[in-house]
Every structure is written in structure tokens, then in C-alpha cells.
């Protein structure tokens, strides 16, 4: 088995010797398509991680009438906490919205342009699932006529789930026209190969080499070629994102960038598999027919 092997790994090799340039090509060609699906990869797990990191801050702001009175705002808040879809409630009376503004923006001449304080007495509702912030925004819309209005960040999550979906959903169409293009470019190199050796594998079917013994060393072939485009992806993918993070980071540091190790590994394993299946699907088709229409 061992020795079997062996003939099988040296064959492969003496073949892609005689192909140098075509295996070039084909590595390339599967590495520049597993570094784009990679970075769509990357950019839809960056999308998602900011949707989930904004939807964790997500809040439900209810702005009171300024006729509503104490007794009535704790009552407000009293019946807002008893809700099951409600994780903490938090009242921001005008007066300390006003001190914030004003600590915020100290070089602002407020007494100038403002006479009275205009910020509205605030309670903040926080929801145990994001999910139902929209419909919750609706019902407090009608629930209280101490209620003026209602504002939450519900839309901008929706615009973040959208653009995610459309980067996901065109990213793929891309990446499949550019996997079909490497599996055609893979069949081609192998098929040459084949070609090329045409004689040599007649004579070893003369003398009792089955098609599953001559396909083995292609079959290898196609094995190294995916390994190695998966391999040259990763790294080149590997390095420059994190010297995006690291960039990136510096610039704007309070952006939510996903640096997850266990994602990042899953993302990279992904790429790795697919190089693979790429080399060794395109080399099984090939010589398939190879050996159909030739021999």
C-alpha cells in the first residue's frame, strides 16, 4: 500500500513537472478565487458582528409630555418594567439630560441661544430579544398619552441586515462564477497532463493497469494543486487582515472589527477545504473523460 503510494506521489509529481506553467496557473487561478471568498467571508462576519454589537446597544427612548407629572412618569415606569419582553427600564429626568448636554459640549454658548431648558424628561427601555423592538416601539406609541414620542435605532439595524445580505448573497454569485472558472482551468491542466502522457498510459493499461490505478497520480496531482492555492489564499488573506485590524484599530478603535479566533480559524479551514475539493473534483472530472474519450 505503501509502495503503491509512493509510485502514485512520484507519478504526480513528474507530471506536474512537465506542466509547470499550467500548475502555475491553476494554483493562481484557485488562490485569487479562495481569497475572494474569503473576503467576503471576512466582510460578512464583520457586518454581522457590528449588526449584533448595535443591536446589543439598541434602546427604546420615550420622550414624556412635559405636563406629565412624577406620579404619573413612576407609574409609567412601573408598568413598563412588568412587561416580559422588557429588561430594564431607566428615567433620564430634563434636568440631567440638560447637565449631560451641556458637560458634552462645553465650548457651545448654550445660555446665548437657549432660555429654558427644551430636553423632555426620558425613559430608556432596554429588551431581553432585539427582535421585538420594532413592535414594541409601536405599542408604546399607543400605550400612554403621557408618551410624546417614541425613538429607537431599529431602522439602522435593518439597513445593516440588508447591506449584509446583499454582500452575502452577491459575494456568493461572484465566488461561484469564479469557482466554476478554476474548475474548468484545473480539468484543462489535468487533461493536458493526460494527453501528454497518452502513450505511457496505454502501455500501462497494456499491461493490466486499471483506470482506478491510472487516475490515482491525477487525482494526487489535482490534490497538491488545490492544497497549494488553499495554502498561498490563507496566508496572503491571514497577514493582510491583520494588518487591516491592526490599521484599522488604530484609526477607529471604538469600531466593533471581529477578531474572533475560533471564527477566523472556521473561516480559514473553509478556504482550505475548498481549495482541496476544487484540485481534486476538477482533477476526477478530467481524467474521467480523458479516459472515456481517449483510451
Same mark, same amino acid.
Do not use: C
Given at each position: ?20 506553467l499550467?500548475?502555475l ?11 475572494v ?10 457586518i ?22 412624577e ?58 430579544d432585539q ?25 439602522i ?17 461572484? =465566488?461561484?462564477? #469564479?469557482?466554476?472558472?478554476? &474548475? ?7 487533461? @493536458?497532463? $493526460? +494527453? ?64 474572533? =479566533?475560533?471564527? #477566523?480559524?472556521?473561516?480559514? &479551514? ?7 475539493? @476544487?484540485? $481534486? +473534483? ?9 479516459l472515456?474519450?481517449?483510451?
Amino acid at each position: 500500500m505503501m509502495t503503491d503510494f509512493i509510485f502514485f506521489l512520484s507519478e504526480a509529481i513528474t507530471g506536474m513537472r512537465r506542466s509547470g506553467l499550467m500548475i502555475l496557473i491553476s494554483i493562481a487561478t484557485i488562490s485569487v478565487s479562495l481569497i475572494v471568498l474569503g473576503m467576503f467571508l471576512l466582510m460578512s462576519a464583520n457586518i454581522a458582528n457590528l449588526g449584533d454589537f448595535m443591536a446589543s446597544k439598541l434602546e427604546i427612548r420615550l420622550y414624556l409630555r412635559q405636563s406629565a407629572s412624577e406620579g404619573g412618569e413612576s407609574d409609567l415606569r412601573a408598568r413598563i418594567a412588568k412587561m416580559k419582553e422588557v429588561k430594564s427600564v431607566k428615567l433620564v429626568t430634563r434636568d440631567q439630560a440638560w447637565k449631560k448636554f451641556q458637560t458634552n459640549y462645553p465650548n457651545m454658548p448654550l445660555a446665548d441661544w437657549v432660555r429654558s431648558n427644551p430636553l423632555p424628561d426620558t425613559i430608556y427601555v432596554k429588551l431581553i430579544d432585539q427582535k421585538d423592538i420594532e413592535s414594541m416601539a409601536a405599542y408604546f406609541r399607543r400605550m400612554d398619552s403621557l408618551i410624546d414620542d417614541v425613538v429607537y435605532g431599529g431602522v439602522i439595524a435593518q439597513q445593516i441586515k440588508t447591506v449584509s445580505n446583499f454582500l452575502r448573497y452577491s459575494g456568493f454569485v461572484l =465566488v461561484g462564477l #469564479l469557482t466554476l472558472a478554476t &474548475l474548468l482551468i484545473v480539468m484543462n491542466t489535468i487533461r @493536458l497532463t $493526460v +494527453i501528454a502522457r497518452q502513450h505511457e498510459i496505454e502501455i500501462m493499461q497494456l499491461v493490466g493497469a486499471t483506470n482506478q490505478f491510472v487516475r490515482w497520480p491525477f487525482l494526487i496531482e489535482g490534490l497538491i494543486i488545490g492544497s497549494l492555492g488553499s495554502g498561498v489564499s490563507i496566508i496572503i488573506l491571514k497577514f493582510f487582515y491583520v494588518f487591516f485590524v491592526q490599521w484599522f484599530q488604530d484609526t477607529i478603535p471604538y469600531f466593533p472589527l471581529m477578531y474572533d =479566533v475560533n471564527t #477566523l480559524r472556521t473561516i480559514y &479551514l473553509m478556504l482550505a477545504g475548498m481549495g482541496v475539493f @476544487l484540485g $481534486v +473534483i476538477g482533477a476526477f472530472i478530467a481524467v474521467s473523460r480523458s479516459l472515456k474519450t481517449t483510451f
